[in-house]
């Protein structure tokens, strides 16, 4: 045998082309991070439709309080108040309970911080003894209220509340 044939030069292998199939842990923490970005933002998205959706019926309950009542303030003031109640409750179940200046400073920590409304407390006597007087009461009428501000005072509080509600 001679040296000179064994020793011809063979052509360079490339190795095989990789696989797809498991992909490299840099895919995994991309698919992984894709998963968890996509959940939360549906989570977010599901909140906040909810949110909305609670906010519009509180809305349309407000409004509907105060069409009943007309340019009747007795009326609108008892409507109000049974209102902020029944959601008061559906919030906090505790807050049933809650009477006098105790209830005002409950329905004023539920205001939004950057409301200009106001506070519950300057209409105190109306909203606490509201919903016991009779709506003919002329107690409630003698009493000098706005009460385009205090429906704008309870929207505010009804905002935030559906809010609260939506995410328990």
Known sequence: MNPSE????????LPPDPAWWPPAPGWWVLALLVVV???WLAWRVRRRM???????RLA???DRVLADAGEDAA?????????????ARMRDPQAAAL??????????????????????????QLLVDAQFRAPRDPALHDVDVDVH???SLVRAWLARAAAEIARA
């Open 6 to 13: 064994d020793l011809q030069l063979r052509d360079i292998h």
């Open 37 to 39: 970005v996509s959940a």
């Open 149 to 151: 501000a205090l429906a």
């Open 75 to 87: 009326l609108t003031i008892a409507g109000l108040s049974r209102l902020l109640r029944r959601v």
């Open 99 to 124: 009477q006098g200046r105790d209830w005002l400073a409950y329905l004023d920590r539920g205001l939004p911080v950057e409301s200009g409304h106001g506070s519950f407390a300057r209409h105190e």
């Open 50 to 56: 909810r949110e909305r959706r609670w906010q519009r």
């Open 60 to 62: 349309r309950e407000l």
